[in-house]
């Protein structure tokens, strides 16, 4: 009801985080292309297999001049994987407690980034090699407000190009270039990754870095997925230098969730040289995210963050300010960023303490805090949060809202079969 989104309003403006000076709008009219890294987690960034780095192209960008590498950023998707974290990175609100919020709500309103900037002059696309109905993804992708939604349809789906759920990653960043580079000016694109998925296959011919030998499958070919993943990154960069796009087009790269469960801590034990505590797989839910922009001089940042943070990072470095649209996240440039992470199970990460399954430790040392109260006032802010973006997705509360000078999406305008474009 009404109440409710005064509450969510409250809440989201009393939280609001100014953006920083130095890096506002310093992006203004370039071109964002998010690229999902399915399934990387941050411990694989600088790891070394029997001495040979697994994601040398990554590694190389954390130092990159115009990047910055997020190296406590962790992911915060529940039941709806991927989905969740497109969900997150594009309305800064949590996914649901249960269930995929792109499978069950694409009914609801919503002020989505494509929307967001599709009204500022932005031609808005997804690129994913896999049947569009996937997460419900084209249904949900309307109510985004994506203008192209680029999907199996428009690949070659032959066997020589498919693997486990749909398009390898080489092949797919080479048929995605002319998309790309035909979309008008500026553009906001998203790439939806696959290869480096559960449980990590690939063709014998793709395999070029060898297998982990902890005696659990699944972990040993996470590191050649990974590294695979790696190469068609470099591709996907040497494509965008050679066409000109990469100096004037934002690129996000993002874990979206774990690669690997709990079910393996036993060979994650080995790779990491630790036991697998409760509290050392919390640790393990961190996700790289990297955000290149032109002419901006980046860094390793240390700030904590998560996926609902990352649509304020974005706007605001676009020059839009997002002061009348409602976040759960916050600018994780901005001076006054909230290094509070939520996770989905109201769990929480902040940079003093760690809390799991309710418990509070102390980072890094990993031991229970010695005072019991210590994650309380993070708790509750965690709580409310989560409590307040569930009113708003459950009860469709965006739809009472109306953003200063922001058009709905007209879903009825909006086709994605091939042979409409
Ligand atoms: C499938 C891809 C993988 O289209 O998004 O989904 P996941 O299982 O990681 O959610
Ligand atoms: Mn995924």
């Not at 008008?184 to 990590?200: D, E, G, R, T, V």
């Not at 979206?256 to 034990?269: L, P, Q, R």
Request: proline fraction near 5%; charged fraction near 20%.
């Amino acid at each position: 009801d009404s109440n409710d989104l005064t509450d969510v309003e409250n809440w989201t403006k009393s939280n609001y985080t100014k953006p920083n000076p130095e890096y506002y709008g310093k992006a203004k009219g370039m071109n964002v292309i998010y690229i999902s890294m399915e399934s990387l987690q941050n411990w694989m960034i600088n790891y070394k297999l029997d001495g040979k780095e697994v994601t040398p192209f990554l590694n190389k960008l954390t130092h990159d001049k115009n990047t910055f590498y997020f190296d406590n950023f962790f992911h915060q998707t529940g039941q709806g994987k991927t989905s969740d974290a497109e969900f997150m990175m594009e309305n800064s609100l949590f996914p649901l407690p249960q269930g995929s919020v792109f499978s069950t709500k694409s009914s609801n309103t919503y002020q989505a980034a494509p929307s967001i900037l599709d009204q500022r002059g932005y031609t808005t696309a997804a690129l994913h090699g896999n049947t569009g109905s996937f997460w419900n993804r084209d249904d949900m992708y309307k109510a985004l407000g994506y203008e192209k939604f680029f999907d199996s349809q428009y690949y070659d789906m032959s066997d020589k190009n498919v693997i486990n759920y749909g398009m390898k990653d080489k092949p797919f960043v080479q048929e995605s270039m002319p998309y790309l580079e035909g979309l008008k000016q500026p553009f906001y694109a998203k790439m939806i990754w696959l290869s480096n998925h559960f449980p990590f296959v690939l063709p014998k011919e793709d395999i070029d870095f060898p297998a982990a030998d902890t005696g659990d499958s699944v972990v040993n070919r996470y590191f050649q997925t990974a590294h695979y993943m790696d190469e068609a990154l470099e591709q996907f960069f040497n494509n965008l230098k050679k066409d000109g796009l990469y100096n004037h087009t934002i690129i996000v790269l993002y874990g979206d969730h774990y690669g690997i469960s709990e079910n393996h801590n036993k060979a994650m034990s080995q790779v990491m040289g630790q036991k697998i505590t409760p509290y050392e797989n919390a640790q393990l839910q961190r996700v790289p995210l990297f955000i290149h922009v032109p002419g901006v001089k980046g860094k390793i940042d240390h700030t904590y963050g998560g996926e609902v943070d990352v649509r304020p990072t974005i706007l605001h470095l676009l020059g839009v300010d997002t002061k009348d649209y409602i976040s759960f996240g916050s600018d994780l440039l901005s001076n006054d960023h909230r290094q509070i992470v939520p996770f989905r199970n109201g769990d929480f990460a902040t940079p003093k303490y760690t809390q799991v399954n309710g418990v509070c430790y102390q980072n890094p040392s990993g031991k229970v805090a010695a005072n019991p109260k210590a994650c309380k006032p993070y708790d509750n802010v965690v709580k409310k949060e989560l409590a307040l973006s569930d009113k708003v997705v459950y009860g469709d509360l965006l739809r009472f809202y109306h953003p200063k000078g922001y058009k709905p999406v007209n879903r009825a305008k909006i086709n994605y079969a091939s042979d409409q474009t």
